[in-house]
Nanobody, 115 residues
Framework: QVQLVESGGGLVQPGGSLRLSCAAS????????MAWYRQAPGKQRELVAA???????SYADSVKGRFTISRDNAKNTVYLQMNTLKPEDTAVYYC?????????WGQGTQVTVSS
């Protein structure tokens, strides 16, 4: 059974940093493209950052230069380093795994940016 478990969310002041982790199990992690999405209250879920099985990355314009996605295939884990956080980054952050027709979601982790 595939499981994606996010961790690392919390409350941080504007300008601060957080590192999210997503640990995967029950899947051949190295084959999957991984991504982070977020959903703020009253808004649609949006793609934040993605990394292919080969390590190529892409980012939403709103987070370019502030967020970094990475993966460790030996640990079956994908990370999202978030720097210079802004109040508008407040959302539930979800991990996503995709390979051919297989598509999985984690349960989400709350990130709140507030003074």
């Amino acid at each position: 059974q595939v499981q994606l478990v996010e961790s690392g969310g919390g409350l941080v002041q504007p300008g601060g940093s957080l590192r999210l982790s997503c640990a995967a199990s029950g899947m051949l992690f190295r084959l999957y493209a991984m991504a982070w999405y977020r959903q703020a209250p009253g808004k649609q879920r949006e793609l934040v950052a993605a990394i292919t099985d080969g390590g190529s990355t892409s980012y939403a314009d709103s987070v370019k230069g502030r967020f970094t996605i990475s993966r460790d295939n030996a640990k079956n884990t994908v990370y999202l380093q978030m720097n210079t956080l802004k109040p508008e980054d407040t959302a539930v952050y979800y991990c996503n795994a995709a390979w051919t027709s297989k598509y999985y979601w984690g349960q989400g982790t709350q990130v709140t940016v507030s003074s």
